[in-house]
Nanobody, 123 residues
């Protein structure tokens, strides 16, 4: 599966952004898709994943009260809605796909990665 991430940009603290991950080669319904992020000088961090079987979400505790993951199978696209953004959310956000829904936080389980989209939260 090929993944194309988009939707990043500059937003003020407290603002919102919606990231999109468009899949081709295999429909979104046939894969688990996740979002990771890498902030400057930090390790890659799991953000959220959505199940290939039933659309069940798995969202990191650090963002679960602000971020929502969803999918549109008809468009083969997964979305990450980010609300109440903070400066510490600044990072390059990557989407990735794998074929199961275990250990979603482990980047080694993902076989396909998008190119990343930069989110900058700053006033």
């Amino acid at each position: 599966v090929q993944l194309q991430a988009s939707g990043g940009g500059l937003v003020q603290p407290g603002g919102s952004l919606r990231l999109s991950c468009a899949a081709s080669g295999r429909t979104v319904s046939g894969a688990a898709v996740a979002w990771f992020r890498r902030a400057p000088g930090k390790e890659r961090e799991f953000v959220a994943a959505i199940s290939r079987i039933d659309g069940r979400p798995d969202v990191a505790d650090s963002v679960k009260d602000r971020f929502t993951i969803s999918r549109d199978n008809a468009k083969s696209t997964v979305y990450l809605q980010m609300n109440s953004l903070k400066p510490e959310d600044t990072a390059v956000y990557y989407c990735a796909a794998k074929t199961d829904f275990f250990r979603n936080y482990d980047p080694r389980k993902y076989h396909s990665w998008g190119q990343g989209t930069l989110v900058t939260v700053s006033s």
